[in-house]
């Protein structure tokens, strides 16, 4: 039996459909993201499954029952908002204490529960500390301690790490994964932040325009997206506009706009003169030699230092700028310089080109 699930989940707000007919299953013990851009209908979405919104079609199940119908402190599903919500006017060990109160715990076993789930979240003997006297990340666990000491079936996370400085939101993601492990609790994790969902997620859902792209592990949307807007939002990718010349088998060979031609694996029903994009990952491209899809000449338009995420940037005769993964690179080339580009076929996909695109 699934933790959760959603059936043909609608929901319109007069004349504009925010969520349309989204479906998934969330098994036992998985940490599921929900992924998109602003506006495409996640929060909705989440707010759905919290129970403070009515759908306006679909059902919605925690543990394989219908919660339509229920009110949101009946439903044994508990949620992080990006800004905590944590009681200032408490302690940590009130905070954490306050659900357990409302939901008529016996007095004299509060003190424990708080204790434990302190140490299950790396915290042992704050109950006393003031809220300000914590760091973001502690904060973070407070607020997370909170809910789980309710133990829910579900637990709902609405970017939670929007409001960190950068190094402690990539210091959380690991975090956030480890607890959810610790805690063997289903963690829905909605975020825009693709980085957030590839790292932390077994299953992410892609969302756009209300509806859902693609579901499937991070590997799986990063290396066989389904449509032009995953290939593109989910990781880096180089895009370059051009038109179907020929369709060989799953190949199709494009002629780019600007000039030149390149063979790349086609991953939808494109034909021959269609308007299409090819999406290839920056780790896909490299400098020098014709790895079997014909090589791009350009120059280095300069290199770009950032550890492992070094990139050099080539300027092609097409007027292109794309990235390629440093590697062992960069030692090779210097700004300026006449370089050729390439790729093997099967390391690029070829979608219809998207509207505006």
């Known amino acids: 039996m699934n933790d959760l699930s959603c059936v043909g989940v609608t929901k319109k707000f007069g004349e504009f459909t925010a969520v349309r007919n989204v479906s998934l299953e969330v ?10 851009p602003s506006g495409c209908g996640k929060t909705t979405l989440m707010r759905m499954i919290a129970g403070f919104e009515t759908p306006s079609a679909g059902d919605i199940r925690i543990k394989g029952e219908s919660v339509i119908n229920l009110a949101p402190n009946k439903r044994n ?10 009681f200032p006017m408490m302690n940590v060990g009130e905070n954490i204490a306050y659900g357990l109160r409302c939901q008529g715990e016996q007095k004299s076993e509060i003190p424990e529960k708080v204790r434990k789930v302190l140490d299950r979240v790396g915290l042992p003997g704050v109950e006393d500390k003031r809220i300000e006297q914590l760091s973001g990340g502690q904060k973070q666990r407070i607020a997370i301690a909170r ?10 996370l609405d970017e939670p790490l929007g409001a960190l400085d950068l190094k402690l939101r990539e210091h959380m993601k690991i975090e956030l994964k480890q607890l959810q492990e610790r805690f063997e609790t289903t963690f829905l994790y909605i ?4 980085s957030e969902a590839l790292v932390m997620s077994d299953q992410v859902a892609v969302m756009n325009a209300g509806g859902f ?41 494009v002629i780019l706009d ?17 308007r299409v994009e090819i999406f290839v ?53 210097s700004a300026h310089d006449a370089v050729t580009v390439s790729w093997q076929p099967d390391r690029a996909r070829v979608f219809v080109r998207r509207p505006g695109a």
Do not use: W
């Open 213 to 253: 792209e693609q579901i499937g592990s991070p590997r799986a949307l990063y290396d066989d997206p389904v449509s032009g807007f995953v290939a593109g939002f989910v990781g880096d990718a180089n895009v370059l506009p051009g038109t179907i010349d020929e369709v060989r088998g799953g190949e199709a060979r």
């Open 77 to 86: 599903v508990k949620m992080v908002f990006q800004h905590l919500a944590l």
């Open 281 to 333: 990952r920056p780790e896909a491209l490299r400098i020098g030699g014709d790895n079997g899809s014909g090589s791009l000449s350009g120059k280095v338009d300069s290199l770009l230092f950032n550890g492992a995420a070094s990139r050099i940037l080539v300027r092609l005769d097409t007027g292109q700028l794309v990235e390629v993964a440093d590697g062992d690179q960069a030692s090779e080339v």
């Open 191 to 194: 975020t825009h932040d693709q």
């Open 147 to 156: 809910c789980m000491v309710l133990q829910p079936d579900v637990l709902l």
């Open 258 to 274: 600007g000039g030149g031609a390149v063979l790349a694996r086609l991953a939808d029903d494109s034909n021959t003169g269609d």
């Open 27 to 36: 098994p036992p013990g998985s940490f599921f993201s929900i992924l998109g």
